[in-house]
């Protein structure tokens, strides 16, 4: 099947076995055992493995791009199968690259107007509040990324400082609801992008923990893995993906309860976009009700 860089390539559901092994892995119990998320394991991915080994290649770049930074963690130019709003297409690492920040400038853009700031929970490498910051609609806006790993926080602070671009940075844990409160003003725009999803089960407290930072909305650009259709292939095939991985499986319940008990509004738009088609991500908005009257005994560490 012939590829333009120019356009992307609709292809048929059946077809994404031609351009990935997922398929056949996910009906293949011999050769995928569960990768749990462990805390250990995800510092072994991150902080030793993908970052880790990251932060050594960009230490080598004189005043590196985030581009450079991109196409060094991931070749841009590679082609693989996508899904993008209930359809499969053939694209490019550049340009499923460029949906996503596109989707995220369309849905944070709106609430950027009155807010203090924009944060980012699990910002990695600074890939997308970095990428966004470079946009028109956020060059005047104060930026914050928080995230768990150190090697992490160094590769946004390299690329922050060869892009001139003036940015906090500090650390979270969200498996165990830790934060730096002192650095986030109240009325910021907070928002997540593959990060919540590293947290296999959630509480109550995670709405809590981020309520208590008082912030104008929190945005999930998550896999919501109650989303997948369980009455169709794909669907079924998306909830093995994640069973496999061990991500996160009650994300939308833990919000739905918050919304049933009045602590929060919500609204949900499922299974938008993803650059591996059997883990799309769903956008969730949610903004906090009754702040003030927020239970005192939360399991929560503000530092």
């Known amino acids: 099947m012939p590829f333009s860089k120019n356009k992307n390539i609709r292809i048929s559901f059946e077809d994404i076995s031609k351009f990935s ?3 056949k892995k996910l009906f293949s119990p011999q050769t995928c055992e569960v990768k749990y998320k462990t805390e250990k394991e995800v510092l072994r991915e991150y902080q030793q493995d993908k970052w880790g080994e ?18 060094t963690y991931n070749d841009l130019d590679s082609i693989f199968p996508c899904y993008d709003q209930g359809a499969f297409y053939l694209t490019t690492g550049k340009k499923i690259l460029k949906k996503h ?9 709106p609430h950027l107007k009155t807010a203090s700031c924009l944060v980012e929970l699990g910002a990695g490498f600074g890939s997308k509040i970095l990428g966004l910051a470079q946009q028109a609609t956020f060059s005047n806006l104060q930026l914050i990324a928080c995230e768990y790993t150190k090697a992490g926080r160094e590769i946004i602070a390299l690329l922050a400082s060869s892009l001139k671009k003036k940015i906090l940075i500090d ?18 725009v907070i928002f997540t992008s ?8 959630l509480s109550l407290d995670f709405v809590n923990f981020l309520s208590k930072l008082q912030p104008k909305v929190v945005i999930h650009f998550e896999p919501c893995y109650e989303y997948y259709d369980e009455r169709s292939i794909y669907g079924l ?15 939308v319940s833990i919000l739905t309860q918050a919304k049933n008990e009045n602590l929060i509004s919500v609204k949900s738009k499922k299974n938008i976009l993803g650059s591996n088609p059997f883990l799309p991500i769903s956008i969730i908005e949610w903004t906090p009700k009754n702040f003030y009257e927020l ?5 929560i560490s503000i530092l």
Not at 182 to 188: A, D, G, Q, R, V
């Open 21 to 23: 092994n997922w398929p």
């Open 54 to 71: 990251l932060l050594k290649q960009v230490k080598k770049i004189n005043n590196p791009t985030l581009f450079e930074v991109e196409q």
């Open 101 to 109: 920040l596109d989707l995220y400038e369309k849905i944070l853009g």
């Open 171 to 188: 650390y979270c844990d969200l498996r165990k609801l830790k934060i730096n409160a002192s650095i986030i003003p109240k009325n910021s």
């Open 194 to 201: 593959y990060s919540a999803h590293y947290i296999p089960k």
């Open 237 to 251: 095939m998306c909830k093995r993906y994640v069973e496999l991985n061990d991500y996160n499986r009650n994300l």
């Open 295 to 299: 239970k005192n005994t939360l399991k």
